[in-house]
């Protein structure tokens, strides 16, 4: 087994094990949520103090980009996410399976509104980094050194989405809306799309912090988009917005396409299999 693979493996046995292990022993506490997303670091401090050398340990921890900022991207990052959560909120408004709620439109309301933003986006980053350490910083460039770019975006995305299974078909506190043969699917082919964006995101910076505000900008769309809108039915807002929602997939499979054929931080150079650091062909592609 190459050692790409070996590490890829060891990592994803480790976080498939934690986060069935939160869903089965606390199915109904909130809390599961919250753990699972602390599930991909958790997996990374495991394997950095058991499998990985002593003198390597702080080499492994520098690949995750922590000390780049990558902020010629973080407009891009945040944008984009919460543009694409917020039009399956409007296609829920319009396909009348939800009503707006008054929003506050003076200035208090506003600043309001606007503090929350800036709080919940601040919040999320930084809850999602935990994820983002694992998912983008860990292993999608261990998976660029067994295939192609292209390839490794689609299948970290695929395996992202699977990470989510424990918790909507176990546990009862996450997507609980809705179907479980309908939402857990959609789920899955969102999350895959999605992660081509946030593969294309790390490959444009290899710094962790932008890939963490895209998901971080995505969940908070999410969160403030369901606190505007009335359900006329739990389930029918399901099947249209948020994470299990048919819009949200559509908007996300639109845009992740279009970086899949026309990226170009996947078309310089060859887009093959990375060998070595993923660190060249990213400042290559630059």
């Keep these: 087994m190459s050692r790409p693979l070996r590490e890829a493996t060891t990592y994803l046995v480790l976080a498939f094990t934690l986060a069935i292990g939160i869903a089965v022993a606390m199915p109904h506490a909130g809390i599961n949520v919250l753990l699972s997303a602390f599930a991909p670091v958790t997996a990374l401090v495991i394997i950095t103090f058991t499998v990985t050398p002593r003198g390597r340990r702080r080499a492994l921890w520098s690949e995750f980009g922590l000390n780049r900022s990558g ?3 973080w407009p891009f990052a945040l944008v984009v996410p919460m543009l694409l959560a917020g039009s399956a909120y409007a296609a829920a408004l319009v396909l009348d399976v939800a009503d707006l709620r008054e929003i506050d439109l003076t200035s208090s309301g506003v600043a309001l509104w606007s503090a929350n933003l800036a709080t919940m986006l601040a919040s999320m980053t930084v809850l999602f980094l935990a994820e983002e350490l ?9 998976i660029q050194q067994l295939t192609s770019r292209r390839r490794a975006a689609l299948v970290t995305g695929f395996i992202h989405g699977c990470f989510h299974l424990p918790l909507i078909l176990v546990a009862t506190t996450y997507d609980q809306h809705g179907s479980r043969w309908l939402v857990a699917p959609v789920v899955v082919a969102t999350i895959t799309m999605g992660g081509v964006f946030y593969a294309y995101v790390w490959d444009r910076t290899h710094s962790v912090w932008p890939v963490a505000m895209a998901h971080g900008a995505v969940n908070t769309a999410f969160t403030l988009g369901a606190a505007a809108v009335v359900a006329r039915s739990e389930a029918g807002l399901a099947y249209v917005a948020d994470e299990s929602g048919i819009a949200t997939f559509a908007a996300v499979a639109v845009v992740g396409a279009l970086l899949l054929a026309r990226a170009r931080v996947w078309r310089t150079g060859t887009d093959a299999v990375v060998t070595g ?6 400042a290559a592609a630059r």
């Design 277 to 282: 650091s993923a660190r060249a062909p990213v």
């Design 71 to 73: 902020k010629r991207l």
């Design 134 to 142: 694992g998912w983008r910083a860990y292993l999608l460039p261990r």
